[in-house]
């Protein structure tokens, strides 16, 4: 993911913004910004938990365990959607920053890392006590959210032509924000650190090299 908001989406972003200095990299800094904050903003106005069952964020709520675990990864899920729909708009609209190699390999790259996070969603609701078929719904329905944000997205950037640097830029902040603030805080507890910090290198390398040899 950090890979792909970088080559994927806020090179293209900087690429296609005419100008050169600081004027060139205003829109980028822009929608990245918004991305980041749009994400914290629903991190505190909508209830949910961590992966550890632990911590919950957001107002307090009644909602039981499971229904915050899945809002959680769906909440999450949301600017991936948004990085592969824009994506595929700036194409679709046939802008050269925008290759469809590029928006194809982004897609991928998700659509692996979706494996392991919808197994994260079910098996902790299996040790909850819901039945198999419940537990992979569930796990199913939290990565919903993102062909309908991918939808919205590919929208936006047709209607709006001229957004397309801060769209690509701010699916790339909410992309970050996600990593920063969710997943590398995961990894890192109960003393697995070294298998989850190679691991995330190992990961960088293969998106970049995808990304600049086929884009």
Do not use: C
Request: proline share 7%; net charge negative; hydrophobic share 55%.
């Amino acid at each position: 993911m950090v890979a792909a908001s970088f080559w994927s989406l806020l090179a293209p972003a900087i690429a296609m913004t005419p100008g050169d200095g600081f004027k060139q990299v205003v829109p980028a800094a822009v929608g990245f910004v918004m991305g980041a904050l749009f994400l914290f903003s629903l991190d505190k106005v909508l209830p949910h938990l961590h992966h550890n069952f632990k911590e919950s964020e957001g107002p307090k709520s009644s909602w039981q365990r499971t229904t915050l675990l899945v809002l959680a990864i769906t909440l999450h899920n949301i600017p991936e959607g948004l990085a592969v729909g824009v994506l595929f708009g700036g194409v679709a609209l046939g802008l050269p920053e925008a290759s469809i190699s590029g928006a194809v390999i982004l897609a991928i790259g998700i659509g692996l890392q979706n494996f392991p996070e919808g197994v994260a969603v079910s098996v902790p609701l299996r040790r909850m006590g819901l039945s198999r078929r419940k537990s992979f719904f569930y796990g199913q329905l939290s990565a919903i959210v993102e062909p309908i944000a991918g939808v919205l997205g590919a929208l936006a950037v047709g209607f709006f032509t001229p957004i397309l640097p801060y769209a690509l830029a701010f699916a790339a902040g909410a992309m970050i924000y996600v990593v920063v603030e969710e997943v590398i805080p995961e990894t890192q507890q109960d003393g697995h650190s070294d298998i989850p910090t190679l691991g995330f290198i190992l990961g960088f390398v293969i998106m970049m090299s995808l990304d600049v040899a086929l884009g």
